[in-house]
Structures are given as C-alpha cells and as structure tokens.
C-alpha cells in the first residue's frame, strides 16, 4: 500500500490485461449509463470520461500505463475503417440531394468557425492542433475527433478531457436550439418550403447504427468487418512507412476504408456490426486519454475552451443559415444537414423523424456518414494551415 500513497495505483501500470480490464469496464459502464433515465443527460462517451478520471485522481487506475500506449497506437487506428464501411460516396451524393449542398455549408461553417476562434483567443502552442481536432469533430463525430488527436500527437489529457465535456455540453445545447428552430416563424418565413413528411412507409426510429440497409449483425459480420479494418490499417502503415508520410496516416487509413465502400457497397454491407465495434473501440480510447487528467488543471482550461467552442458553434450557425437563405435551401435541411456535422449520423435522423421530415431520415444518416470520411481530410487541412501560418 506503500506504493499506492507515493504517487502508485491501485492497479499497477504494468498490470497491463488488469489496466486493459478497467478501460472496458469504464467503456460498459458508459454505455449502460446513457441508457438510464437520469444517465441519459450526457452521451456514454463522456460517462466514460467522468469515470476515468475519477478513478485515475483516486489512485485506483494509473496516469500512465503501456496498456494505454496500445490503445492509441493500434485500437485508436482499427475503429476508424470501421465507422466508414458504409461510406458509399455514389449512394450519398445520389440521394441527398440539396441537404448535401446544406452539408457542404456545415463543413465550411466549422472550418471558418475554428480559424476564427483561433485567431481571436490565445490557445497556447497547441493551437493549430486544437484548431484541427474541433474542425474534425464538428464535421465528423468522435471517429474523427480520435483521429486528429492521434494524428496531431495531442497528449495533454487534461485539454482533451475537458475538450471532450464542453464538446458534449455544446453539442447538447446547439441539437435543443436546431429543435426549436422550425418553430420560430420569423426564421422559417426567410427559407423556401417544401413537404418532407410523405415518404415510404419507416417506424421513424431510424439510426446511423441500423443504417438504412443494415442487415442482422452475426457474429460472422463482426468479424469479418473487424479482419477488414485490420487489414486496412496493416495496409496504410506499410504505405506509410514505404512512403515515410507518417502525419497522413489516419488519411490514407481513410481512403482505403471509403474506396471499397463506394467501389462495391453490396460486399461491404456483409461487415454489419463494425459500427457498434467502432463505438466500443471509440469509448476505450476516450477512457485511456482521460485517465491521464488531473482535475484542478482540468477545469482552469475548460473557460478557454467553451469560448472556442462557443465561436466555432457561432460562425457555423451563421454561415449555415446565412448563406442557406441566399441559397434557397429549405430550414429543416439546413437543420440536419448541421445536425450530422455538429452530432454526427446518430441523432440527424432521430431529429428527422420526430420533426416528421420522414424524407430527410436517410439523407441525415447518409450525410452524416460523409461527415466520417471527409472529416479527418478538413482537420488535418485546418491543423497544416494554421500550423503554416505561425499559429
């Protein structure tokens, strides 16, 4: 017990399948909260934060662990190809029509927003990498926002845990203002109308994890899904290396995801499950970054880090809804396509149904499985040019 009080934990670091244990637990845990009626406030991916760094500032699991070193060098690459196996890019642009365009504003709103915001605030050095991982985000989701942390070697967990928090408070906070907006007749009247609630017969409970052409998941289709994005991933690092552009990884990961997912979609809707195993993955990462936070420090960088936010959210409304009227493109696909940039192909559809826009259920889930493929593209983007221009 000596250790414990000098700095030890409860489990050792180099107790590694014990650390590895912890991390899915947390993971379980977090899953199994946001399906409480008083859990459900927050998303499961920040109960697993909340329950990391608990436990992390309690000396039960360690700061730091090689376990943790594993999760970001080989977890952390898997869960990407899995989000993006029903990346069908002919499918999407056929289908979604002006609520792509809509999408194509989102993704401009959010980059214009984090330029912005770091040009106005003083993030420290960290800023073209924060500049990035919020660009993706915003864009993409949590596939994304892993993938930038990775691929900018941002390692401060205390920024990151408290990104993570606010992101979600935000989020929550901009999906009840998209809800009310329909509402809001001096607003609707400045955007042209059309009828979205007649569509084929849906039970409205659509979601970016059943996609549109989900079939069972099988024990055969996880692990086919899960061999797929291996060795999608052993790929990419033998390009990598051979090309020596080990910064563009989570890039390259991500074409040789989208290729065959648009090439031959029939295939690839075999991988059912790689989501839901993305998702698992995705929560792990979460847990083993957030373990490493200190709470004091934690919380003397949330302010900064709301304002950003808060910037971001800001300018990618305006530009949204700004240049959507000059564009005649209606509000409620205004809405979701900022819905599945903000939120991410999960709560786009659920918003699409209880509005009753039944026509904008699965370009919500369509447009939000974009934001996964171009997502990493645009932060990366952002993180080079502000890193270019001296920020």
């Not at 650390?19 to 998303?43: D, P, R």
């Not at 195993?277 to 995705?282: K, P, Q, R």
């Not at 304002?307 to 305006?318: G, T």
Request: hydrophobic letters at 60%.
């Amino acid at each position: 017990m000596g250790e414990l009080f000098n700095g030890g934990s409860l489990i050792p670091a180099e107790a590694s399948v014990a650390v590895f244990a912890a991390l899915f637990v947390i993971a379980a845990a977090g899953f199994l909260l946001e399906k409480t009626n008083w859990g459900k406030a927050v998303t499961g991916a920040v109960w697993a934060i909340l329950i990391a760094i608990v436990l992390s500032n309690l000396h039960i699991i360690p700061r730091d662990a090689p376990a943790y070193g594993v999760v970001f060098d080989y977890l952390v690459p898997v869960l990407v190809p899995l989000f993006l196996f029903d990346a069908d890019l002919r499918r999407i642009v056929r289908e979604t029509g002006r609520t792509l365009g809509a999408f194509g504003l989102a993704c401009a709103g959010t980059v214009l927003g984090a330029l912005i915001g770091v040009a106005v605030l003083d993030l420290g050095a960290r800023e073209p990498a924060l500049a990035g991982i919020f660009t993706a985000t915003y864009v993409g989701g949590s596939v994304n926002y892993a993938a930038l942390i990775e691929s900018t070697g941002f390692d401060n967990a205390n920024v990151v845990s408290a990104a993570t928090a606010i992101d979600n408070l935000m989020s929550a906070l901009f999906l009840a203002m998209l809800a009310l907006m329909p509402g809001w007749a001096w607003l609707a009247r400045r955007f042209p109308q059309h009828d979205f609630t007649d569509d084929a017969p849906d039970d409205g409970q659509e979601t970016a994890m059943a996609q549109t052409d989900a079939a069972w998941v099988t024990s055969g289709s996880m692990a086919l899904a899960l061999a797929a994005s291996i060795l999608i991933v052993a790929v990419s690092n033998g390009i990598v290396d051979w090309l020596n552009i080990e910064p563009y990884r989570y890039l390259i990961i991500t074409v040789l995801a989208v290729v065959p997912a648009t090439a031959f979609p029939n295939t690839m809707k075999k991988l059912q499950g790689g989501f839901e195993l993305g998702l698992i993955l995705a929560f792990v990462f979460f847990a083993a970054i957030a373990a490493g936070a200190d709470i004091p420090n934690l919380i003397s960088v949330a302010p900064i880090l709301a304002v950003f936010v808060l910037i971001i959210l800001a300018v990618h409304a305006l530009v949204v809804f700004g240049l959507g009227s000059l564009f005649k493109i209606s509000l409620p696909e205004l809405i979701i396509a900022s819905n599945a940039a903000v939120l991410g192909a999960t709560t786009a559809p659920a918003l699409a149904a209880v509005k009753g826009w039944r026509k904008l259920i699965t370009p919500g889930v369509l447009v939000g499985v974009l934001g996964y493929a171009v997502g990493t593209f645009l932060g990366v983007g952002v993180f080079e040019f502000w890193k270019a221009a001296g920020g």
